[in-house]
């Protein structure tokens, strides 16, 4: 089944405390790209990778990392997670050209 | 300026029509889509068009588009409990095809 797989789905961690969130796609995608969702904010691009170790900033990148070494593996670093970080993540994969994004489950991070 | 705006909450009864809509401000935007987010889940691409399309029907949905006023409608005939979600329009632009602006959110909710 074509789809992108997060892990985990739910997260507590303690601030500070570095955690990573992989990503995963089984299509062949060239795009990928990491979203966190607030109530009230909506969907927010963090980073995003055109290709294998094509990584750009998004709208809010601060306070994260990524990387980009094989294709369909796009993992999210917090190197030292702070409260402000807890949110809905999303991780998401498409093709070049047209099409839009697929988007994995989520990550629901609390950071205490 | 990129801004996607949409009212954040519409009630209907089962078996009317639902018609979500959306403002944008970029000219430039090449695509626009309108993706679903069911409770606990990620975004699934419901649909998208093209900017210089006027109309787009999938099934029960049909999408309306008037670039000249930079407005986007999803239309859901025959609504069902199903069709409970968060409705989110989205756009892509010229040259920006690696970016997404989402709008808030439409939550639907529907009423026996």
């Known amino acids: 089944e074509a789809q992108v797989t997060q892990n985990p789905r739910y997260l507590i961690t303690v601030t500070g405390k570095k955690l990573t969130v992989t990503c995963s796609q089984n299509?062949?995608?060239?795009?990928m790209s990491w979203y966190r969702q607030d109530p009230g904010l909506g969907l927010r691009q963090i980073y995003y990778s055109m290709n294998v170790e094509v990584t750009d900033k998004g709208d809010v990148p601060e306070g994260y990392k990524v990387s980009r070494k094989e294709k369909r593996n796009f993992p999210l670093i917090l190197e030292s997670p702070s409260p402000n970080q807890t949110s809905l993540y999303f991780c998401?994969?498409?093709?070049?050209?047209?099409?839009?994004?697929?988007f994995g489950s989520g990550t629901r991070l609390t950071v205490v | 300026g990129e801004d996607v705006e949409q009212s954040l909450f519409l009630s209907v009864r089962e078996g009317d029509s639902s018609v979500i809509n959306c403002t944008y401000t970029d000219s430039s935007s090449t695509y626009l889509y309108w993706y679903k987010q069911e409770p606990g889940a990620g975004l699934q691409l419901l649909t998208y068009i093209f900017s210089n399309m006027d109309m787009k029907q999938d099934q029960r949905l049909t999408v309306l588009l008037n670039k000249k006023d930079k407005h986007l409608s999803l239309r859901i005939a025959d609504t069902q409990t199903g069709d409970s979600a968060i409705y989110f329009c989205?756009?892509?632009?010229?040259?920006?095809?690696?970016?997404?602006?989402f709008g808030k959110g439409t939550r639907l909710h529907i009423l026996p």
């Open positions: 299509m062949n995608h060239e795009y």
């Open positions: 989205a756009e892509t632009q010229k040259d920006r095809d690696d970016k997404i602006i």
């Open positions: 998401a994969s498409r093709p070049t050209g047209v099409a839009g994004y697929t």
